[in-house]
């Protein structure tokens, strides 16, 4: 490519909210045939909130609140932010947490209070021997089929609650996999949450292929294996745990408003987090490799 043809290509980009960091995105991006999107803050807002808060054993609303936002107050996940607010909301108090551990893509773990608290995923409390998660997974189900992901609470191994939580789908969404479709691209959804939660998002949004319960690992995996099957791959992510599959995609686009080692991994990064953006990549794409030819 031309350096002019190039740099024109990132002005313009950067005048829509595409910025470009990696100049062979130009090159690449009119090629890409499939487009692989992460579902927390990539199609929704990324900006959670607690909707319902569902107790188990002897365990209350306001202290099972109290214990979980102590622990989710270290950490970054959107998800956690929710229940930090959600604590703030209801005038309770965040307690001191030691031992805070951070499990990507599955949950967080710490002690409060001389408790051990482990917040996240089915499998997650299922691997720590967590009593009674069964009871939880009914109740889950209801406000998952809604598109809610809700987050397992247990205190001292035996489940204590379960959380749903609410990201809206975000309202440039619908009309950029619209856009997408009609470009012809493939468009398969990612999501380290539980089946029922993907299957309720995809299906809203008429995508017609995701995965869930996937890994960061499975994540890098599936873009890897899509690119060995000669696809041409641009991955969307907002997470940490998507920093892996951003790196091996052809194309590695960020949301700006996403973590910053996402934003590292990527090639383009999304102002404002829209996802129409990737459109516009293909659009200047083409302009810049037709300007050049
Ligand atoms: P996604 O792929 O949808 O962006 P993640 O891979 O970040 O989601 O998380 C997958 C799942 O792990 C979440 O749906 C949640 O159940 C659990 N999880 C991850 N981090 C946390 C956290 N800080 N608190 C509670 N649950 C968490
Ligand atoms: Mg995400």
């Not at 009309?175 to 470009?183: D, S």
């Amino acid at each position: 490519a031309t350096p002019m043809s190039v740099m024109v290509g990132v002005g313009r980009g950067a005048k829509e909210g595409v910025l470009i960091k990696n100049a062979e995105v130009l090159e690449v991006m009119e090629k890409v045939d499939t487009i692989v999107v992460d579902k927390t803050g990539t199609l929704t807002q990324g900006r959670p909130a607690v909707t319902a808060v569902e107790t188990f054993g002897k365990w209350s609303e306001d202290d099972v609140l109290i214990l979980a936002a102590s622990v989710e107050a270290q950490s970054e996940h959107p998800l956690a932010d929710a229940v930090v607010r959600r604590a703030k909301a209801d005038d309770l108090p965040i307690h001191e947490a030691t031992d805070f551990k951070s499990i990507t893509g599955g949950g967080v773990q710490a002690h409060v209070d001389d408790h051990t608290i482990l917040i996240g995923k089915t499998d997650l409390l299922q691997q720590h021997n967590v009593a009674e998660v069964d009871a939880g997974l009914n109740a889950a189900k209801n406000h998952q089929t809604e598109g809610a992901t809700v987050v397992f609470v247990s205190i001292d191994d035996q489940l204590a609650a379960i959380l749903a939580i609410t990201d809206p789908i975000k309202e440039s969404t619908p009309n950029a996999l619209q856009t997408l479709h009609e470009l012809g691209l493939k468009v398969i959804m990612l999501t380290g949450d539980a089946e029922p939660t993907a299957k309720a998002v995809a299906t809203k949004l008429g995508i017609d292929e995701f995965h869930a319960g996937v890994s960061p690992e499975d994540k890098h995996a599936f873009v890897r294996k899509l690119k060995n099957d000669g696809k041409i791959v641009a991955m969307c992510g907002d997470g940490i745990n998507d920093a892996p599959a951003l790196a091996e995609a052809n194309v590695g686009i960020a949301m700006g408003t996403g973590t910053g080692v996402a934003i590292e991994s990527a090639g383009v990064t999304l102002v404002g987090g829209d996802l129409r953006g990737v459109a516009a990549a293909g659009n200047l794409s083409r302009k810049t490799m037709s300007n050049i030819r």
